[in-house]
Structures are given as C-alpha cells and as structure tokens.
C-alpha cells in the first residue's frame, strides 16, 4: 500500500535553533499535504495544508512564520519550526492522499523536544 | 466538514466484538465517512471508509445507518493489540480531515 515517511522520527534541539522535519510520499504523487501536530493526551490538530508549488494555508492561530512549509515537489513536504521554544514540544504528523476520493496516508509522526 | 460524536472511552473483552458507534447527524449527501486509529506514539492508521454502503476488510467492518446520521465500527475479534484511539472523521473529496477526541478503545485479557 502507499506510504508516507516522515524523517527524524524523533529529534532535540535547543531553544532558539530551527528544526526541519521531512514528509514523503514514498510510491505516490501528492499535490496536497498536510501538517498536524498532537500534544500529550489530546487529538491531532491540523496546522497547514501544504500545496506544491504555491503557499501553504495555515489554520487559524498557527504562525506562518514561526512553522515554515515548503512543498517543492510531489513527494515532499518539509516543516521547519524556526526559533523553537520549549512550548512547540510536540508530536507533528503528515498526511497525504493518494488520490480523489481516497484514504489519507500519515506518516510516523515526529517528536519534537525542545531544551 | 460535518462534526462527529464518539464515547469516550470503551472496553472489550479479547476475542469479542469490538463495536464503536459514530453520530455524525449533520453529514451531507457527498461526506465519506472514515475511520483511524492511533496507538500511542504513532501516526494514525486507516482502517475503512464508506458512503452509504456498508465495508468490511481484513481488519473491520463500518455498518452505515440508512439515513446515514451514524455509523459503527465492529473489529471482529478484538486482540490486545487493538487497544487504541479510535477516530471517526466525515470528509468530502480531498479535503482535509479533522479528528475529534475519538473513542479510546482498551481490549482486556
């Protein structure tokens, strides 16, 4: 079946520096992506939906600048959370479908820790 | 998208049925509905999805009610392994999807 890979799957990094997390669609094309970030013991929460080849749109309330995405081709995505602080500490999953009216694919999740 | 209600919380005992009810009174006539589940620390993992038709695949089965306005998800014969999140999304075409706060379904021994 399709798979979505996410890289690293976990990662700590000081507060201040940036962090990029990688999303690919491994035997699929996806012009959508999505960006999603789970904190301990509550649902997944949809950041951004991340678009090849134009800007990405952000739900309300999630800083643009703060979570830059990048979708430069059509197998991946990539987040970086700039100037981390110990508050963007979370679990950031991707999702893409492979198709219309198909399933959506997650990859493994990233968990991110900042110190 | 239309908005799900799922139980809190739920258990079932290894080797039974495991049934998951869904409202989703809202849903509108083109709204797929679908089901993930998360076991801890990973991302979710698709299940089944349908329309109006019930589904059934190696891993479950999604019984659709005729209006449409619930629905429910059997695992045939629970193992431990499928102590879980369980998460109900309705979705049209490509558009996003948006998880609740699902059912936390725990199979005991």
């Known amino acids: 079946g399709a798979v979505v890979s996410q890289h690293p799957s976990w990662v700590i990094c000081k507060s201040g520096t940036s962090v990029k997390i990688e999303c690919r669609s491994l035997d699929f094309q996806a012009t959508t992506m999505f960006w999603y970030r789970q904190f301990p013991k509550q649902s997944l929460m949809l950041m951004a939906t991340?678009?090849?080849?134009?800007?990405?749109?952000?739900e309300q309330g999630v800083e643009k600048d703060k979570f830059l995405i990048n979708h430069a081709s059509l197998t991946l995505s990539t987040l970086t959370v700039t100037s981390a602080h110990p508050e963007d500490s979370s679990f950031y999953i991707c999702?893409?479908?492979?198709?219309?009216?198909?399933?959506?694919?997650f990859g493994q999740g990233t968990r991110l820790t900042v110190v | 998208d239309a908005k799900t209600t799922q139980p809190t919380s739920m258990d079932c005992a290894e080797g039974r049925a495991a049934n998951l009810p869904c409202n989703h009174s809202?849903?509108?006539?083109?709204?797929?509905v679908y089901w993930y589940r998360q076991i801890h620390s990973q991302g979710p993992q698709y299940i089944i999805h349908?329309?109006?038709n019930n589904e059934t695949n190696e891993m479950a089965s999604l019984i659709i009610t005729e209006d449409r306005k619930s629905s429910t998800l059997i695992l045939p014969h629970a193992t431990l392994r499928d102590t879980a999140v369980y998460y109900c999304?309705?979705?049209?075409?490509?558009?996003?999807?948006?998880f609740g706060a699902g059912t936390r379904l725990t199979v005991k021994p």
């Open positions: 809202t849903i509108s006539g083109n709204e797929y």
């Open positions: 999304i309705v979705r049209v075409g490509n558009n996003d999807m948006r």
């Open positions: 349908g329309l109006k």
């Open positions: 999702s893409a479908f492979r198709g219309p009216g198909t399933e959506a694919f």
């Open positions: 991340s678009n090849e080849g134009s800007k990405a749109t952000y």
